[in-house]
C-alpha cells in the first residue's frame, strides 16, 4: 500500500516538474499590455481615445499603437493622419485606377500614412550640437566650480602641493625618480631609459 502511494506521489511529482519545464522554456514572447489584440469594444475605447481617428494598420515595433518613423520597423501601427474628409476621399479614389490620380494626390495619400520617406529619415538632424553644448556647459560648470573653490574657500597654503608653481617642478622630479628606482614601466615607460649600469638617462 504504501508503495503505491509513493509511486503515485512520485509520478504526479514528475508531471509538476515536466509542466514547471515546459513552461520555463515556452518560446512564446510575452505580449504587452497596450499591444494591438482587441478583445471587445472596451480595448477599442481605451486606445482610439488616445490615437483620434487613426486607423490601426500593422504591428509596428512592439505592438503598441504608436507611431514611430524608424528605418528597420517600415510600417509603423497606425497612420500618420487622421482619417479627415480629404484624406477619406483620396483612400476611395485610390481604389480604383491609379493613373487617374495626379503626382500631388499620391504624395498626400503617402504623407497619410507616413510623416517621413526614406531619405527624410536618414537626413541629419543635428541633435548633435544639443550634446556638444551639453558637454561643454558640464566643463565650463565644473571649471567654474573649481576656480570659485580655489579662489574663495581654499587658501595658497591649503591648495596641494601639486597645484603650486614653486613645487610642482620637485614633485615632478620625485615622482620620476621613485619611477625609476621602482623600475615602473621596465618595458615602455621611464625605466626603460634609463640605464642602472652607468645610473644615467639612456642617449
Known amino acids: 500500500m504504501n508503495s503505491k502511494m509513493l509511486s503515485?506521489?512520485?509520478l504526479?511529482?514528475?508531471?509538476?516538474c515536466v509542466m514547471v519545464a515546459h513552461r520555463t522554456l515556452a518560446t512564446s514572447a510575452a505580449r504587452p499590455a497596450d499591444a494591438i489584440i482587441f478583445s471587445g469594444d472596451q480595448d477599442k475605447s481605451e486606445i482610439y481615445p488616445r490615437i483620434g481617428d487613426r486607423d490601426i494598420v500593422g504591428w509596428g515595433i512592439n505592438g503598441k499603437p504608436d507611431y514611430i518613423d524608424h528605418v528597420q520597423f517600415p510600417c509603423p501601427a497606425i497612420r500618420w493622419k487622421e482619417n479627415t474628409a480629404d484624406v477619406l476621399a483620396l483612400r476611395a479614389k485610390e481604389v480604383g485606377d491609379w493613373k487617374a490620380m495626379t503626382i500631388d494626390e499620391k504624395k498626400a495619400l503617402y504623407?497619410?500614412?507616413f510623416r517621413s520617406t526614406y531619405p527624410e529619415i536618414y537626413t541629419p538632424t543635428g541633435k548633435w550640437k544639443l550634446t556638444v553644448?551639453?558637454?561643454l556647459w558640464?566643463?565650463?560648470?565644473?571649471?567654474?566650480?573649481?576656480?570659485?573653490?580655489?579662489?574663495?574657500?581654499?587658501?595658497?597654503?591649503?591648495?596641494?602641493?601639486?597645484?603650486?608653481?614653486?613645487t610642482v617642478h620637485d614633485w615632478n622630479e620625485?615622482?620620476?625618480?621613485?619611477?625609476?628606482?621602482?623600475q615602473a614601466g621596465h618595458l615602455t615607460g621611464?625605466?626603460?631609459?634609463?640605464?642602472?649600469?652607468?645610473?644615467?638617462?639612456k642617449k
Open 174 to 182: 620625485a615622482a620620476l625618480e621613485r619611477m625609476v628606482r621602482t
Open 190 to 201: 621611464p625605466a626603460s631609459m634609463f640605464d642602472y649600469e652607468k645610473s644615467e638617462w
Open 8 to 10: 503515485r506521489q512520485g
Open 133 to 135: 553644448i551639453g558637454v
Open 111 to 113: 504623407r497619410a500614412s
Open 138 to 166: 558640464c566643463i565650463t560648470a565644473a571649471l567654474g566650480v573649481q576656480l570659485f573653490f580655489r579662489e574663495f574657500v581654499f587658501g595658497q597654503d591649503q591648495l596641494p602641493f601639486t597645484l603650486h608653481k614653486d
Open 12 to 16: 504526479s511529482a514528475f508531471r509538476q
